[in-house]
Each structure stands twice: as structure tokens, then as C-alpha cells.
């Protein structure tokens, strides 16, 4: 089967991909291409095929599991990333994943609801001039600061943290990934000496309860410290922030539905997931491997190689959604892929309900004249993630 190469992470790209997306559903539903200039991989773009890829035990996680050569080389002190849960299996999956399950049920959550409401209305109040650039201003400082205080980072630190991981969710695959060096060292140095801190001084935060699992003997190991805090902090927010960002301006530029969900707060349950499978902000489901040959949709796949389940295609899919291109904030039953479905379901799911549920809808109170500030929108290079990087605003 011939390549079909396309730049995933280019923000023009970005900006509109669905009528590729569309094309790739009818004409390539499982297609061989390249991240970057780099490694191969299978991409998947059909509701059906991506759903049973993320439940399908046939695929590993970890590319150990599927003896594949497709791992990509990267240096020694880089390799403790390798042990987050996002990129194992069982038994390892879930014993990380049980380690942190409990503070993110829908429960106890819902514990943050205040502090949530608090902060946004902060950020509103900050507002001068009637203007603000959505992304800095709002959409980014919420889901930062929420996972920043569960886990205990520093206020002070927190945007430096922000540099860091922004620069790594964007490197590009292969060469671009050199860049990402200095950044993932300055953050494992700030994260060690956190630890070191709580274990002098420990306090009522989720890196105490880890370190004190790390400390306890064989539930955690240093390396998978680091991996879990790593994860928990970048995927808490380089993702939450594409939903508020992308979702405001999803209504923004549908503004029936935008009044709709104003005239209606009953809607806002439904529209929030509406949002999510609009935007879809993790636009590629994570690498998985597979650990035989197999097939998807007649298509081979040699174990070993890697397979990526294209979320933002799957949710637009017209043999599973009717009129999947309509922003319908009502819309049911609504079972997108947006966070993922199986084992690594996401675990930050009912946080970012809770962020986008409350973020949302406070603007809009907030600002009954909220418009966009010219046409252009600038979009972020990713090729995993999807959302706006700038939108400036009218209040
Ligand atoms: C709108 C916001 C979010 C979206 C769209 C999203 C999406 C996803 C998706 C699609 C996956 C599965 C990836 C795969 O199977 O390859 C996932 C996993 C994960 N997410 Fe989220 N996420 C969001 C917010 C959060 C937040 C706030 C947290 C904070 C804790 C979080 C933590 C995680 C973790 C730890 C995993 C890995 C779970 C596992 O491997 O068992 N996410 N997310």
C-alpha cells in the first residue's frame, strides 16, 4: 500500500482537517504513513476501527510487548518517562493507574467544584480594557493551576512548568525531539527536588500520598514517580486547555448554539460532551503495538508495527454520527472518543468535565457580548493535540 504523507502536527493543517479526514474515511480508512520525517505507523480514521483499537487486546502499549523495532531510540536519562501508565500494560498499567485512581473519581472530583468557580471568576475579574487573549488569559490558567495545586507545584513555578511541557508536547518526531532535551532535564531536576521536599516536609497533596507510595517499597518505583507526576501534570492541562479554548470558540463561530446553551442551563451537560467530540482536543489516540499479525478493515499490520487511532476522524464519522460536522449542543446519544475508551480510558475525565462545565459557561454569563477579535486564529503545532494557541476576545 502506498504512503500517504501528510504533516499531522502543521497548525494549517489543523486549522481545518476534516475534509481530509472525510476523504481518508471513504478512500484509505487504514493507511500507512510517517510522524514527521520519522518513524512509520499505521493511521486509523473510522469510528468503528478506532473504538475496537483502543479495546483491542492484540495491541500492546509498551513496544516490548510487541517486540517491536519501531521503539524510538532516545536517551538513557529519558527513559524514566517510559514507566507512565499511558505507555504500559498490565500488570504494570494497573497497578499505576490504582495508585491515583481514587483522586480523580467523579466524587471526589466534584470536591473542586468551589475552587474551580473561584478561580475562573479571578481570571474574569483580571480582565481590563474589555479584552482578553482567551488561551493565556483563561483557558490555559485554569486546568494549569487546578492539577498544579492537587498535585502541590508552587504557584510561583507553575508557568515555568508550563514552558517546559509545552515544549515538549510540541517537539516534533525524530530530530525535533533533540530540542525537547534541555526542557525534560530542567523538569526532572524541579521534580526531584520536589520530592525531596515532601519527603522532608510532607503536606496534603497528591506528590506527598506518591512519594509516601514510592517510600512504602514495591507499589512504586523512582523512576515511575517521576513518570506518574510527569504525566498527571502535562495530560491535566495541555489537554483541558483545547477544550475550554476550542470550545468557546466552537460557539463562537455557531452563534444559534451559543445562544442556545445560553437560554437553557439543562443543556449544559450535553453540550459539554458535544464540545468534547466537536474539538476533540487529543486529536490521536497514543501509540499502540501490535503484538501479532493482524488485520483492520483488510488491511495487514506485521507485528510490531504501530497503529494510531485518529480521535478527531472517529468523531466525525457519518455512519456513526448524523450530521457529524453540525455542532448540536443537545445531541443524543453522544458516544464520541474524545477521552479515549478501555483500559486507558481517561483518568482526568470527570476533571476536565468539571473545568470545561464550570470555565465555560462563566465567560459566557460574564460577557453577554462576547465576540472574536478579527477572523484569525492561530492554531498549535501538535501532532497528538488540537487547539487554538491564540484567541483574542471582546468581551
Ligand atoms: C479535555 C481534556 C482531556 C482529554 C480530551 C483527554 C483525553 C484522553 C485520551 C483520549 C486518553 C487515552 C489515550 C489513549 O488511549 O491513547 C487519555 C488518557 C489519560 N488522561 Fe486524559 N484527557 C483530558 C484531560 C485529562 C486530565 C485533566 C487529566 C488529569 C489527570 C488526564 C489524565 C490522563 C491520564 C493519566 C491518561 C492515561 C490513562 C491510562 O493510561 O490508563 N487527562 N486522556
Redesign the pocket.
Known amino acids: 500500500m502506498p504512503e500517504i504523507r501528510f504533516e499531522l502536527a502543521d497548525p494549517r493543517f489543523k486549522a481545518d482537517p476534516h475534509a481530509t479526514y472525510a476523504r481518508l474515511r471513504a478512500e484509505a480508512p487504514v493507511f500507512r504513513s510517517r510522524l514527521g520525517r520519522g518513524r512509520p505507523v499505521w493511521l486509523v480514521t473510522r469510528y468503528d476501527d478506532v473504538a475496537a483499537l ?1 479495546r483491542d487486546p492484540r495491541f500492546a ?1 509498551d513496544p516490548a510487548h510487541a517486540r517491536s523495532g519501531d521503539a524510538p531510540w532516545m536517551p538513557g536519562f529519558l527513559r524514566p518517562l517510559t514507566r ?5 500494560d498490565a500488570p504494570d ?1 494497573t497497578r ?2 490504582s495508585l ?1 485512581q481514587k483522586a ?1 473519581t467523579p466524587r471526589l472530583v466534584e470536591r473542586l467544584r468551589p475552587r474551580v468557580e473561584s478561580l475562573a471568576d479571578e481570571l474574569l475579574a483580571r480582565v481590563r480594557g474589555g479584552r482578553m487573549e482567551l488561551v493565556r488569559d483563561y483557558a490555559l490558567p485554569v ?1 494549569l493551576t487546578i ?1 498544579g495545586e ?1 498535585l502541590g507545584i508552587p504557584a510561583a513555578d507553575r508557568n515555568r512548568f508550563h514552558r517546559w511541557s509545552t515544549t515538549v508536547v510540541s517537539a516534533s518526531p525524530g530530530l525535533g525531539a533533540v530540542r525537547l532535551l534541555p526542557a525534560v532535564w530542567s523538569m526532572f531536576r524541579y521534580l526531584r527536588a520536589q520530592f525531596a521536599a515532601r519527603r522532608a516536609d510532607p503536606r496534603d497533596d497528591l506528590i506527598t500520598a506518591l512519594v509516601q507510595a514510592e517510600e512504602a517499597g514495591n507499589r512504586l518505583s523512582d523512576d515511575e514517580l517521576l513518570a506518574m507526576v510527569f ?2 501534570l502535562v ?3 495541555e ?2 486547555v ?2 475550554i479554548a476550542g470550545g468557546v470558540l466552537a460557539l463562537l463561530q455557531h452563534p444559534a448554539e451559543l445562544d442556545r446553551m445560553r437560554a437553557d442551563p439543562a443543556l449544559l451537560r450535553p453540550a459539554i460532551e458535544e464540545l ?1 467530540r466537536f474539538v ?3 486529536e ?5 503495538y501490535a503484538r501479532e499479525d493482524l488485520e483492520i478493515a483488510g488491511v495487514t499490520i506485521r507485528r510490531g508495527e504501530m497503529v494510531l ?1 485518529v ?1 478527531g476522524s472517529a468523531n466525525r464519522d457519518e455512519t456513526h454520527f448524523a450530521a457529524p460536522d453540525t455542532l448540536d449542543l443537545a445531541r443524543d446519544p453522544n458516544r464520541h ?13 470527570p ?3 468539571l ?2 462545565s464550570i470555565a465555560i459557561p462563566m465567560l459566557l454569563d460574564r460577557a453577554p457580548d462576547l465576540r472574536l477579535r478579527g477572523p484569525e486564529v492561530r492554531w498549535r503545532r501538535h501532532a497528538f493535540l488540537r487547539g487554538p494557541r491564540e484567541v483574542r476576545l471582546t468581551l
Open positions: 483502543l502499549k507512565n501508565m499511558l505507555d504500559l498499567h499505576l493507574r491515583v480523580f486546568p492539577i492537587l504525566i498527571l495530560a491535566g492541562h489537554t483541558t483545547n477544550l468534547a476533540s482536543p487529543v490521536l489516540a497514543t501509540e499502540r487511532g480521535i472518543l474524545a477521552f479515549g475508551l478501555g483500559a486507558h480510558y481517561c483518568l482526568g475525565a476533571l476536565a468535565r473545568e470545561a
